[in-house]
């Protein structure tokens, strides 16, 4: 038992930081990335309050941050202590949205004494006239941000307003993702009622895609698997494009691929022979074959560096043994 709330309670004491280093990745994270972070302070008393708009938000959920939260009115009092941000710190918080109108499955109750589905419900202007203020823009939220300079006892007040680009997933940042991965990775080890679709394999691949390893073989992986199987089908049209595709890359790249997917290289060649013989796929997987073995060839000869393990691969490590222990 490392004690970790312990630690989380005596940095908070001393506007400190904590961490537990278990090798050398962590060591290099904490002691020369973060370094900066933890020796130069530039603001104080750091609050953050996000502000939803309720005609785009229907309800929403902090995931995590449980033991961090103020009460609403603190946001403005200079004199209720926060934490500190150091020359290069960077938080992260994400949120679970509903937008209006959505059913929470009996989450909550409904209101008593107001329904959004009420014919009855006041036009803005009535609202207005009820002395209810109604504001009506495209912003999804309003970021406000209070922090003291280092030499200074008032706080300085920042508000940034947010409009929802419409952005998916596969458009988001690599952090953005990684960070996806570690929330949905922390709810499915406690079994979270908000897990909702999550599972060891998402978070596999959330983890992957957003810590950027195989980054530049993982289309090179999905076509070669793919020519493999439909090749072994006899779906002549499929293989035919996915091998066209892998045509496009480089030796290095398709040998790559072949050591970092589901395939083995005596199943590749079976069905490249397979290929082969079908007179639509011939030139094609004849093609495909020999670059490949040139590939193969070239990695056989030189050792090719291998990445420095990083948290980030680190935390695919995790997951990838919790699945398995899941799984029995």
Known sequence: NYKDSKMEILADKGNGNYAYIDGLPEARKVLVDQATGLLVTIA??????????????GAYRLIGYANRMLKARDFNDDTKDAGEIGAGHTVTA????????????????DLKYQSPESPDAPEPAEEVAAGLEFVENDELFTLKLRYKLPDADESIKIEIPVIDEGGTL???????????????????????????????????????????????SLEAIEFLEDFVQYT???????AQANANALLERSDLELALALTR???????FRKATKRAMAIPELAEVAAMLDERMTTGL????????????????????????????????
């Open 261 to 267: 997917s589901s395939v083995h290289v005596d199943r």
């Open 44 to 57: 104080k008393d750091v609050k953050i309050q996000v502000e939803f708009n309720p005609a785009k938000v």
């Open 297 to 328: 060839n070239f990695l056989a000869r030189v050792r090719m560096p291998q990445p420095q393990p990083t948290y980030r691969s680190e935390f695919i490590d995790l997951v990838r043994m919790a699945k398995q222990l899941g799984s029995k």
């Open 94 to 109: 994400l949120y679970e949205i509903l937008p209006p109108g959505v059913s929470l499955d009996g989450a909550i109750d």
């Open 232 to 238: 072994l089908t006899a779906n002549v049209e499929l």
């Open 170 to 216: 596969d458009q988001a940042s690599d952090d953005f993702k990684f960070a996806s991965a570690v929330a949905s990775f922390g709810m499915v080890l406690r079994d979270s009622v908000y897990k909702g679709d999550s599972n060891f394999d998402l978070v596999l691949e959330l983890a992957i895609v957003g810590s950027g390893e195989l980054r530049l």
